[in-house]
């Protein structure tokens, strides 16, 4: 639960942040003179970053219970050694 909540939090500080940098940038600056094809590598690079992360997540989640098992089932071996 308490990674759950630290997702969360910080999923919402960096969207959050993100776009109000996006907002204040588009206001009050003017971008005519930026070149297009810098706005397609933004974002394409952005559009990456969102397919990746879940991907990303999901391994080391993955990784983290395999570890997870091993050290339990090393911790069950011990037990059974020091009993017998």
């Known amino acids: 639960m308490l990674m759950l909540a630290g997702l969360v ?10 776009r109000q940098v996006a907002f204040i940038v588009h206001t009050f600056m003017d971008l005519s ?3 297009y094809r810098h706005f397609i590598w933004i974002f394409f690079f952005g559009m990456a970053n969102s397919m990746m ?15 997870h098992e091993q ?12 009993i017998g």
């Open 53 to 67: 992360n879940p991907i990303i997540y999901g391994a080391c989640l993955f990784c983290r219970s395999k570890k």
């Open 9 to 18: 939090t910080d999923i919402v500080a960096v969207y959050t942040g993100v």
């Open 33 to 35: 003179h930026v070149d």
């Open 71 to 82: 050290r339990r089932y090393e911790r069950e071996i011990r037990k059974l050694r020091s």
